[in-house]
């Protein structure tokens, strides 16, 4: 059986990449494998769980592919897929978990339609976008080979993560095109209310230079200019009127093209839409395969949700319970996946955990070292211990900060909910409305501001009370 092995080809007088010959760590065969060497790209930005979000690729003619199009090796032969290591390093497959994925493999390969499945339309060395999809879904199902003891979860969650920012990349392509289209959308709305507004403006300066030379020139009470006033008076009434009429339109359109866009920033089925090989789509590929590996995520939330399991059972597993600073980026990492998620609640939770055990850990640090300053022990490194301190208040400090950020983002999105919920209530009772917020979860405090609101609009009367900025609550 020989799985994907489609070239396309580069310039061979490119040197920012190496393209080695290596030995298959299960079947022994040798492919080319592609190894992006430093100096191939500039990496101009990252997001907070390390996606390369802007890059510039050393040479052009490599724009057209991702640096992670290139992260995981292949074997065109057996189909065994892994990271680079596994593939260089012989001591790796012999003297770790790789061993038994490995043995694994072997036994299971030849009759696994999973594996068939995912190892059949990959092009490799050089994969495009869903030949790049296949290869990290089926590296994440070979770790997941061997029985849960022996499966290296550490390795499964990033292999997850990773396949998150594969998903990424193709939400954030649509996005792109999207916000490019909205800006458009926003240029000329902002044009053309400037543009009705400055024409209402004009004519009020009209009409008030006009009704000044007719007030001057009715001192002679002709009864012929006080007709023209008064014509003249319902010509801008209906101007304005008229103009008023189009802003509003304007403004309702306006409102239309937010639900548009905030339904395409709601899209997450990012699946290939054109024709993949035998199927209507690499959407439709994927489903297939779906129906034999149910847990298999097809989206950027699912493959989310995946790494975090992982990531959650390494914790729970205490693997790092000595490498507290590990542990420590492992509960930052869940918190800042749930807010990817923007299950906010969750990211404050995990944030919450980090912080009671992070500042735990750095007084436990602190008050050893106090007691070296009075009982000397030249056995422990003290400056090791003052490394820690500042490493842990770094990740403290990072974690207060993310905090304020997920409340921040609760408030936003309990604000709208609120918002909608008392637009469509706002005639009932203060008991019955506040019954409804409370049920939808809603801060206590933001509830208590609506509450207050809906009094001040009976106080007030309508009309005002229209008038106020509800989005400042």
């Known amino acids: 059986m020989v799985f994907g092995g489609n070239k396309f080809e580069l310039d061979e007088n490119l040197d920012v990449y190496l393209e080695k010959e290596v030995h298959c760590p299960v079947c022994g065969r040798k492919s080319a494998h592609v190894h992006l060497k430093d100096e191939a790209l500039s990496i ?84 495009d976008y869903p030949s790049t999809l296949s290869l990290h879904l089926l590296a994440i199902y070979i770790q997941l080979l061997p029985d849960e003891k022996q499966i290296n979860f550490e390795k499964v969650a990033r292999y997850y993560h990773r396949l998150s920012w594969i998903f990424r990349l193709e939400r954030d392509r649509k996005s792109n095109e999207q916000k490019t289209g909205f800006d458009d959308f926003m240029s000329k709305y902002e044009n053309l209310q400037t543009s009705i507004t400055n024409s209402l403006s004009n004519a009020s300066e009209m009409k008030k230079w006009l009704e000044k030379e007719a007030s001057i020139k009715l001192h002679h009470k002709n009864a012929a200019l006080q007709n023209e006033k008064e014509n003249l008076h319902n010509l801008f009434l209906n101007i304005s009127r008229n103009l008023n009429d189009v802003l509003s339109g304007l403004h309702e359109s306006y409102q239309i093209g937010l639900a548009f866009k905030k339904q395409a920033g709601n899209y997450h089925g990012e699946k290939i839409e054109s024709p993949f090989y035998e199927f209507s789509s690499y959407g439709e590929y994927l489903l297939q395969i779906k129906g034999i590996w149910p847990e298999m995520p097809v989206n950027e939330d699912g493959a989310i949700q995946k790494a975090i399991e992982s990531y959650l059972k390494i914790i729970e597993s205490n693997f790092f319970e000595e490498k507290k600073l590990k542990t420590f980026r492992l509960y930052r990492m869940v918190g800042y996946l749930y807010g990817q998620l923007n299950d906010f609640e969750k990211e404050l939770f995990y944030l919450n955990k980090l912080l009671s055990k992070a500042i735990a850990y750095r007084d436990f640090l602190i008050s050893r070292l106090r007691h070296l300053e009075i009982i000397k022990d030249d056995r422990i490194n003290a400056g090791a211990i003052k490394s820690h301190v500042n490493k842990t208040n770094s990740i403290i400090h990072d974690a207060t900060e993310r905090k304020k950020t997920a409340l921040d983002k609760i408030v936003v999105r309990d604000n709208e909910k609120a918002k909608n919920i008392y637009y469509d209530n706002q005639d009932k009772k203060r008991d019955e409305l506040a019954k409804m917020l409370r049920e939808a979860n809603i801060m206590e405090e933001i509830i208590e501001k609506f509450l207050e609101a809906n009094y001040d609009k009976k106080r007030l009367g309508i009309l005002k009370f229209i008038k106020l900025n509800l989005s400042a609550i």
């Open 44 to 127: 101009d930005e990252k997001q907070d769980d390390s996606f390369i979000s802007r890059f510039r690729w050393t040479d052009p003619f490599l724009e057209h592919f991702h640096p992670y199009y290139f992260h995981f090796w292949h074997c065109i032969f057996c189909g065994f897929t892994g990271e680079r290591n596994v593939f260089l390093s012989s001591k790796s497959a012999d003297t770790n978990e790789d061993a038994s994925v490995i043995n694994i493999y072997q036994q299971s390969a030849a009759s696994d339609e999973i594996i068939k499945m995912l190892g059949s339309y990959i092009r490799y060395p050089y994969p």
